[in-house]
């Protein structure tokens, strides 16, 4: 699926600020019985949303699961968020349950660049800034809604209060424009097809295809 271009998103935000969650409980292995995408999103924090392993009952507890939050978009998170394995299925378990971003003090390297590939934007941001972020949603989640706006780095909240922060300029454009690691090779298919056509008249015998003469 492609990635959906993110520029300005206003939305729920879910506070879920345990720390060093790792990407087997953003989706247990268990919850992994597909090579599509399609119905990871139920399987997203399984073994906290769920009262027990297999299960669909859900645990009311649990932030997602709380009225409020059914339909968060952003998820405020603790430090070293996604660590662990590079399962990239965590992050489409968060793209395909709605999550357009986590804000987090530390990401894992590779999650937080299989978010960027995924049209997720992960946001370094300090514990401080996102407790407090968290404080303000807590008081009416569905009305106090953070807006990250991507073009101008900043997160605008409470009246008056504004959080910047910073992203690599490749993926704020990969996020900007919503292309993944495909759309960018593509991007540069008239020079690949050049290089190839040079290539192949330079040695064509590498060119040939098995059992060819």
Known sequence: MKPQPFTVHRGVAAPLLTRNIDTD???PSRE???VSRQGLGDGLFAGWRYRAPGSREPDPEFILNRDAYRD???????ANFGCGSSREHAVWALGEFGIRAVL???????FRNNCTLNGILAVVAEDAAIRSLSNWVQKDPRRNRPQIDLENQVIEWQAGETLAFEIEPAKRRLLLLGLDGIAVTLQHAS?????????RAVRPWVNRLPGSI
């Open 104 to 110: 987090a003090p530390s990401f894992g390297g590779i």
């Open 72 to 78: 968060a978009s952003i998820l405020l998170a603790g």
């Open 191 to 199: 020079a690949i097809e050049q290089f190839e056509a040079a290539d």
């Open 25 to 27: 409980t953003i989706i």
């Open 32 to 34: 992994i019985q597909r």
